[in-house]
């Protein structure tokens, strides 16, 4: 896997299948796939040990519940696009506790400590309601995330990412970004296979380009044929 830094190439915003990189699987019929398409057959024998309920086909290979990923690995190459979206979520997730804080977190003693206090409350309130319950409501999908075409998804069946899941991939981003830096979380993408941040690794999610939608209940990912 390289770790150099990746951008969605032209074309990846209409759908996942137009920003597969060379090489790998697309599910594609056979001969129009790249080498992880077409694995050989130590590599075959090696994934069926590997994953309960995996099927190997001239589409590639077939994700079920139990598989390492419901999806292939081209479906998470949208990298670019999640920087992009985590610097806009993060301004507009910021914007009432910014006034709060800046109402509130005024005077001395008690009452500089109250309006703390209240002020921190506005921040959690605000933060739970905008990546956990708006997503968890509107296809997986924050503001930004709308905007560029991508969504959160469970990485157990890939199907939409329980409120328990974007409630961990939110204190995620303790790890990801608030605790050091965000290059945490971009550089722990990019030596993921799946481009999984800390908090989707806790979560067990997957970000995926809005096109994925049309798969989620179908092949060739659910192992429906």
Same mark, same amino acid.
């Given at each position: 896997?390289?770790?150099?830094?990746?951008?969605?190439?032209?074309?990846?915003?209409?759908?996942?299948?137009?920003?597969?990189?060379?090489?790998?699987?697309?599910?594609?019929?056979?001969?129009?796939?790249?080498?992880?398409?077409?694995?050989?057959?130590?590599?075959?024998?090696?994934?069926?040990?590997?994953?309960?309920?995996?099927?190997?086909?001239?589409?590639?290979?077939?994700?079920?519940?139990?598989?390492?990923?419901?999806?292939?690995?081209?479906?998470?190459?949208?990298?670019?696009? *999640?920087? #992009?979206?985590? $610097?806009? =979520? +993060?301004? %507009?997730?910021?914007?009432?506790? !910014?006034?709060?804080?800046? @109402? &509130?977190?005024?005077?001395?003693?008690?009452?500089?400590?109250?309006?703390?206090?209240?002020?921190?409350?506005?921040?959690?309130?605000?933060?739970?309601?905008?990546?956990?319950?708006?997503?968890?409501?509107?296809?997986?999908?924050?503001?930004?995330?709308?905007?560029?075409?991508?969504?959160?998804?469970?990485?157990?069946?890939?199907?939409?990412?329980?409120?328990?899941?974007?409630?961990? *991939?939110? #204190?995620?981003? $303790?790890? =990801? +970004?608030? %605790?050091?830096?965000?290059?945490? !979380?971009?550089?722990?993408? @990019? &030596?993921?296979?799946?481009?999984?941040?800390?908090?989707?690794?806790?979560?067990?999610?997957?970000?995926?380009?809005?096109?994925?939608?049309?798969?989620?209940?179908?092949?060739?990912?659910?192992?429906?044929?």
């Amino acid at each position: 896997m390289s770790s150099t830094p990746e951008w969605d190439s032209p074309g990846q915003w209409g759908g996942a299948q137009q920003g597969a990189e060379p090489g790998e699987a697309t599910g594609a019929p056979s001969g129009q796939g790249g080498p992880e398409a077409h694995p050989s057959a130590g590599e075959r024998d090696d994934w069926a040990a590997g994953g309960p309920g995996q099927q190997w086909s001239n589409q590639g290979w077939t994700g079920q519940p139990g598989y390492s990923s419901p999806v292939n690995i081209a479906e998470t190459r949208v990298t670019g696009r *999640r920087v #992009i979206q985590y $610097i806009i =979520d +993060s301004f %507009l997730a910021g914007i009432i506790p !910014g006034i709060a804080f800046w @109402l &509130f977190d005024r005077g001395h003693g008690v009452w500089h400590s109250l309006g703390w206090l209240f002020s921190v409350l506005i921040w959690v309130v605000v933060m739970i309601w905008y990546w956990v319950v708006r997503p968890t409501q509107s296809n997986g999908q924050t503001f930004a995330m709308k905007w560029m075409g991508l969504r959160v998804i469970s990485k157990l069946d890939g199907g939409p990412a329980s409120m328990t899941q974007m409630f961990v *991939r939110w #204190i995620g981003l $303790i790890f =990801d +970004s608030w %605790l050091l830096t965000p290059l945490v !979380g971009y550089v722990t993408i @990019l &030596f993921s296979r799946y481009r999984q941040r800390i908090g989707d690794h806790m979560a067990k999610t997957l970000v995926v380009s809005t096109g994925y939608a049309h798969y989620a209940t179908g092949p060739p990912y659910a192992g429906q044929r």
